[in-house]
C-alpha cells in the first residue's frame, strides 16, 4: 500500500503563501487519484482539493475561492498544494490522500491518509 508523508507546513502571516508537499512510496504513485484535505481545532476534516493520476484534472473546494493550485510530478512521486493569499481561516493541520480505485475527481472516498503537516496564519 502507498505511504504518504507531508511537508512543507509552517507559520505564515496573512497573504503570504507556502507550497506543501506529499511523498508518496510504495506502489506506482501515477496509479492514485490525490487529494488534499484539512482539518482546523474544533471542526471536521474538510476537502481542499484533488487532482487526477495523469494531473489532467483538478478539483477544488469552492471555499478555496482560487487561492490554492494543486500539482503532481509522478516522477517525483510527489503532490504539491500551492497556496496563496492565505487567511486566519485556513489555519489547519493539511493532510493528503490517494485513492487507488481512481473515482471520480468530486468523490470524497480516499483510501489512504498521510500523518498530517501544521499549517498557521497569523494575523
Known amino acids: 500500500q502507498v505511504q504518504l508523508v507531508e511537508s512543507g507546513g509552517g507559520l505564515v502571516q496573512v497573504g503570504g503563501s507556502l507550497r506543501l508537499s506529499c511523498a508518496a512510496s510504495?506502489?506506482?504513485?501515477?496509479?492514485?487519484?490525490m487529494g488534499w484535505f484539512r482539518q482546523a481545532p474544533g471542526k471536521e476534516r474538510e476537502f481542499v482539493a484533488a487532482?487526477?493520476?495523469?494531473?489532467?484534472?483538478?478539483y477544488y473546494a469552492n471555499s478555496i475561492g482560487g487561492r490554492f493550485t494543486i500539482s503532481r510530478d509522478n516522477a517525483k512521486n510527489t503532490v504539491y498544494l500551492q497556496m496563496t493569499s492565505l487567511e486566519v481561516e485556513d489555519t489547519a493541520v493539511y493532510y493528503c490522500?490517494?485513492?487507488?480505485?481512481?473515482?471520480?475527481?468530486?468523490?470524497?472516498?480516499?483510501?489512504?491518509w498521510g500523518q498530517g503537516t501544521q499549517v498557521t496564519v497569523s494575523s
Open positions: 490522500a490517494a485513492d487507488e480505485h481512481r473515482r471520480d475527481s468530486d468523490d470524497l472516498q480516499y483510501d489512504y
Open positions: 487532482i487526477s493520476w495523469t494531473g489532467g484534472r483538478t
Open positions: 510504495g506502489p506506482p504513485f501515477s496509479d492514485y487519484r
